[in-house]
């Protein structure tokens, strides 16, 4: 059985459910014990970002189920932002929520090209 898997996100938080669903599997990877790297690549950056106020209607505020997955996972879980998709859009690793970290592509890069399984959202 895998026991890494690395999902790789490039579509904004909002509008799709893509990150929605990139989240939902961290989750059940985490409780078949699996660690998991989250890469959050482009528009996904704001995925990560604190206090997040999503749009009107049936959407969940992304920021804060990545919190909770990253809390339920007991540190099994590791959340890259893409450093150069962070500065294009003036953010800072401050702008992230706990458990959230600026990474270069190589380091990205090394994730997928270690793990044991890949998502590509």
Known sequence: ?????????????????????????????????WQVVLAFMGQSVYTALRGQSPPAGEWLSLSAALSKVLDDGQGRACVLVDAQALDARGLVADDLIPGARPASTDEIAHALATCDRALLF
Request: charged letters at 20%; proline letters at 9%.
């Open 1 to 33: 059985m895998p026991s890494l898997l690395c999902l790789v996100l490039d579509r904004s938080p909002y509008g799709g459910i893509e990150p929605a669903e990139a989240i939902r599997h961290t989750g059940g990877a985490l409780g078949k014990g």
